[in-house]
């Protein structure tokens, strides 16, 4: 039996730390997106503590990789459409929130996302800042940000571009269509697809399989890795996030999301 114990109350996540093998001394660190009502929506607040949850676990010696998961019905459906739906480009420029997610960036531990249900907008985005990926059966990714009058702010047309190359990055955020798990396994976007009972299990599996080699090396591994795209990568986030802080100048930004919010679809007019 693999001792677990819980770390610190959060409102929005569920954070634990799991012994790899009993009297070993060496943790993975658990991190739960526990939201339910909207789906692991990721408002500020939640990432905010998710942030702080991971640097608690980057500066804790005894973990040494950190799994973040959501539920079994949702990894995470997508930033919170209704906590923006107001904004302007002037008020979303200043608030600059998405700044917050850059430090999931920079956590220097290994994290293993365990993906089931929908990965959506920011819930893709937040799941490709992980380092790998094991999804359930059921798990269904996508940048469905299109239909609601916006384009991915958190990285997605940088990373799924990376991940599945340009054309089919095109097709996945100029359609919004998602993606099921088996045709993400083949585009590269994920590690492995097991069933859904399985999925962190599989997860939880991979990072005690990392946690037991040195931890200097996993993590200077880490940041090796990531060097090979990051300069081209930080104009391109830049880019991204300047260019989805304009629509919110546009009509079908607003229309998009009161659409969402009204349970309707949304009838857009170009400006
Ligand atoms: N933001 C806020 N609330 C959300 C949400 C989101 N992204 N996704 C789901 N919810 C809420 C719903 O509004 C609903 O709340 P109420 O019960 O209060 O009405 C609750 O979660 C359950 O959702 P549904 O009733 O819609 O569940 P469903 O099973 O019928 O549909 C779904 C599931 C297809 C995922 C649908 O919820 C959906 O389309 N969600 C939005 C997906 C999306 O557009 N994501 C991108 C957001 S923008 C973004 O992420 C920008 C970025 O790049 C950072």
């Excluded at 770390?7 to 569920?14: A, E, F, G, H």
């Excluded at 629509?247 to 170009?270: C, I, N, P, T, Y």
């Amino acid at each position: 039996m693999r001792m677990t114990t819980t770390t610190m109350t959060y409102t929005n996540i569920l954070v634990e730390k799991q012994e790899t093998s009993p009297g070993s001394g060496i943790y993975i660190g658990l991190v739960a997106l526990n939201r339910p009502s909207a789906l692991n929506a990721l408002n500020n607040h939640l990432m905010q503590e998710l942030v702080e949850a991971m640097q608690a676990f980057d500066k804790d010696d005894t973990v040494r990789a950190i799994v973040l998961s959501g539920s079994e019905r949702a990894f995470a459906a997508g930033a919170d459409i209704k906590e923006m739906a107001d904004e302007t480009t002037v008020s979303i420029m200043s608030k600059d929130n998405f700044a917050t997610w850059d430090r999931v960036k920079a956590v220097k531990k290994p994290i293993v996302a365990a993906v089931s249900g929908f990965a959506l907008g920011g819930g893709c985005e937040l799941m490709m800042m992980c380092d790998m990926i094991v999804a359930s059966e059921t798990a269904q990714f996508g940048q469905p940000e299109v239909n609601i009058g916006v384009i991915p702010g958190a990285g997605g047309t940088q990373r799924l571009t990376h991940a599945l190359g340009k054309y089919k990055a095109m097709e996945i955020i100029l359609t919004g269509r998602p993606m099921t798990a088996n045709e993400a396994l083949q585009a590269g976007l994920v590690n492995k697809v097991v069933p859904v009972e399985l999925y962190l299990e599989e997860a939880k599996n991979l990072a005690i399989q990392i946690a037991s080699k040195s931890p200097v090396a996993t993590q200077l591994a880490k940041e090796a890795i990531l060097k090979a795209f990051d300069g081209s990568l930080d104009d391109g986030l830049r880019f991204e996030r300047k260019n989805f802080y304009m629509l919110f100048s546009s009509e079908d930004q607003k229309e998009g999301m009161k659409a969402f919010m009204e349970k309707r679809k949304a009838k857009f007019v170009g400006r």
